[in-house]
């Protein structure tokens, strides 16, 4: 992430802002957005935001189209979207809470959780991200 970032950075740099470096107050609004994207990883986020919306569709096809079918095996509706309380109200008509439908996206989220644990356990393992869940080492 931070090779992305210095990389990209560097680029816009050499691109945009003249090789002599240019005392700290005497800035250009050019150089102040490279300083910006560089401090605060603003391109790394936007990569994980795309890599994350991508992770998210993929994970929800899968519930979708292969854990909800065979959840639909073992129930009378055939399909987890199916489950579903039809209670009559006062007007005489029928309310229907889609009791599958909320399992499905309850899935879906424990899902995206265990993926994104994975991944972070395992950045963590190689260094790629500072893992926040060990004390500071001494």
Known sequence: MKFANSLIASVLA???MAVSPTPEGKRTF???FVFFLKTFGVVGLAIAFVIGQAANALVTA???DIIDPFIGLFLPAGSLAGVA?????LAGTTSEFKIG???????N???IALVVFVAYKQLSRYGVVED???G???
């Open 62 to 64: 899968f519930v979708k």
């Open 109 to 111: 989220f424990l899902v």
């Open 101 to 107: 439908d909320l399992i499905s996206n309850i899935i």
């Open 30 to 32: 050019i150089q102040e």
């Open 136 to 138: 500071e080492k001494k």
């Open 132 to 134: 926040k869940t060990k």
């Open 14 to 16: 050499s691109t945009f």
């Open 85 to 89: 309380i039809k209670v009559p109200n």
